[in-house]
T-cell receptor, first 117, second 115 residues
Framework: DTAVSQTPKYLVTQMGNDKSIKCEQNLGHDTMYWYKQDSKKFLKIMFSYNNKELIINETVPNRFSPKSPDKAHLNLHINSLELGDSAVYFC????????????????FGPGTRLTVL | AQKITQTQPGMFVQEKEAVTLDCTYDTSDQSYGLFWYKQPSSGEMIFLIYQGSYDEQNATEGRYSLNFQKARKSANLVISASQLGDSAMYFCAMRINQAGTALIFGKGTTLSVSS
């Protein structure tokens, strides 16, 4: 009964290819995210979706396109892959806090290690 | 600008000792949340503890406690009675806006626990 799942766990591909990473959560959360962890382990938000609508889109190349077919899924499509896209990509989900400043724990998926050759 | 700073790239501690991992933050918002996550070598992100900006008491979760000093904008993680399994990377994070509730992360601290 995995809370947040991602597929695939590992993805090795050539430069210029197009690839997708899938994410699903079974927690009933209304907000989902994509984070990128670079080779120095730095984690940065890429996108945030609330009820299938894009809320946050950080300065990410438009080669990256998130797609949310429903509240439980947030997939990440990457076109024309570049060497610099090699990283670990984490999907996460949370509910909105009930109170301002309240807890809304983010549950992370296991990560997808993308290697671009 | 919202920012999280972790100044300790690495920390070393012996088993059963307590260790404090430092975290300072910068935000002009009155309402925010502070999180600590653990990332072992296997790579998953494990939620440890949370402190809301309006919480008057320091958060505690088992061996983890958060030393929250609002005036100093610090949210240090204290691990009591360290165990070998605590060896991992630890990230401090802050929720950056109410609508998206995304997190911004510090650069992390690698904790090594020895026997």
């Amino acid at each position: 009964d995995t809370a947040v799942s991602q597929t695939p766990k590992y993805l090795v591909t050539q430069m210029g290819n197009d690839k997708s990473i899938k994410c699903e959560q079974n927690l009933g959360h209304d907000t989902m995210y994509w984070y990128k962890q670079d080779s120095k382990k730095f984690l940065k938000i890429m996108f945030s979706y609330n009820n299938k609508e894009l809320i946050i889109n950080e300065t990410v190349p438009n080669r990256f396109s998130p797609k949310s077919p429903d509240k439980a899924h947030l997939n990440l499509h990457i076109n024309s892959l570049e060497l610099g896209d090699s990283a670990v990509y984490f999907c996460a989900s949370s509910s909105l806090p009930r109170l301002a400043g309240g807890l809304s724990e983010q549950f992370f998926g296991p990560g997808t290690r993308l290697t671009v050759l | 600008a919202q920012k999280i700073t972790q100044t300790q790239p690495g920390m070393f501690v012996q088993e059963k000792e307590a260790v404090t991992l430092d975290c300072t933050y910068d935000t002009s918002d009155q309402s925010y949340g502070l999180f600590w996550y653990k990332q072992p070598s296997s790579g998953e992100m494990i939620f440890l503890i949370y402190q809301g900006s309006y919480d008057e008491q320091n958060a505690t979760e088992g061996r983890y406690s958060l030393n929250f000093q609002k005036a100093r904008k610090s949210a240090n993680l204290v691990i009591s009675a360290s165990q070998l399994g605590d060896s991992a990377m630890y990230f401090c994070a802050m929720r950056i806006n109410q609508a998206g509730t995304a997190l911004i992360f510090g650069k992390g601290t690698t904790l090594s626990v020895s026997s």
